[in-house]
C-alpha cells in the first residue's frame, strides 16, 4: 500500500531564515504531487504541483519554491522565511493518469517568528 | 478556472440529528468530487467521493448526492455522533486532476 511521510512534524523558525520541507511517498511510481498551505481556521491553498521529476508548476507567486529531485521526493523552500509564511503545509500525491483522488501527508506546522 | 462555493461555514448539531453541507460549483467539465474529513491538526482524509456519472452514494451513516444539472453537491450525515466533529471540505475535480476545495464546514456535535 502507498504511504506519504512529511517531515519535519513542527518547525519553529525566524524570519529571514531559510526553509525545507520535505515529502516523500512510498509504494507507487511517478505520483502527481503537491503542496498545499493551510492557514489556520482556513482553508487548503494549493502552492505547488508537479507531474514528474523536475516539473513544478505554482499556483500563486510567493516566497516559496518547489523541487522534485526524484520521482517520490517533493521538496519545499524558502530562501527567506516570511511572518506570513506561518501555516501548516501539507503534501498530497495522486495516481498520474488513474484517479484524482488527492491522499494528504501528516502536515508540517511551521511558525515564523 | 474553477469556483467552489461550501455552506454553511459553521454548522452545529445535537447528537443523533443529521447534518448537511451543501457546495456549488461553477466548471461543467468538473466530474469528480470527493469529501474530505479533517479534524483538529489532523490531515485531510478523504471520506466519501461521487463520480458525474452517478447521482448518489453513501456509505453507512454518510451519503453524497450530485445534481450535474444544477451544478451542486451535498454530503450528508445521519445519526451524528460526538466525533464527526471536524472540519469538512468538498472539492470539484475538472479532467486536468487538479481540485478545487471549498473553504471548509466546521461542523459541531454537541452531546
Known amino acids: 500500500s502507498q504511504t506519504i511521510h512529511q517531515w519535519p512534524a513542527t518547525l519553529v523558525q525566524p524570519v529571514g531564515s531559510p526553509l525545507s520541507l520535505e515529502c516523500t511517498v512510498e509504494g507507487t511510481s511517478n505520483p502527481n504531487l503537491y503542496w498545499y498551505r493551510q492557514a489556520a481556521g482556513r482553508g487548503l491553498q494549493l502552492l505547488f504541483y508537479?507531474?514528474?521529476?523536475?516539473?513544478i508548476s505554482s499556483e500563486v507567486p510567493q516566497n516559496l519554491s518547489a523541487s522534485r529531485p526524484q520521482d517520490r521526493q517533493f521538496i519545499l523552500s524558502s530562501k527567506k522565511l516570511l511572518l506570513s509564511d506561518s501555516g501548516f503545509y501539507l503534501c498530497?500525491?495522486?495516481?498520474?493518469?488513474?484517479?484524482?483522488?488527492?491522499?494528504f501527508g501528516p502536515g508540517t506546522r511551521l511558525l515564523v517568528l | 478556472g474553477e469556483n467552489v462555493e461550501q455552506h454553511p461555514s459553521t454548522l452545529s448539531v445535537q447528537e443523533g440529528d443529521s447534518a448537511v453541507i451543501k457546495c456549488t460549483y461553477s466548471?461543467?467539465?468538473?466530474?469528480?468530487f470527493p469529501w474530505y474529513k479533517q479534524e483538529l491538526g489532523k490531515r485531510p482524509q478523504l471520506i466519501i467521493d461521487?463520480?458525474?456519472?452517478?447521482g448518489e452514494k453513501k456509505d453507512q451513516r454518510i451519503a453524497v448526492t450530485l445534481n450535474k444539472t444544477a451544478k451542486h453537491f451535498s454530503l450528508h450525515i445521519t445519526e451524528t455522533q460526538p466525533e464527526d466533529s471536524a472540519v469538512y471540505f468538498c472539492a470539484a475535480t475538472p479532467g486536468s486532476y487538479i481540485p478545487t476545495f471549498g473553504r471548509g464546514t466546521s461542523l459541531i456535535v454537541h452531546p
Open positions: 461521487i463520480r458525474s456519472n452517478v
Open positions: 498530497a500525491w495522486s495516481l498520474a493518469g488513474v484517479s484524482e483522488t488527492q491522499y
Open positions: 508537479s507531474v514528474g521529476i523536475g516539473q
Open positions: 466548471d461543467s467539465a468538473s466530474n469528480y
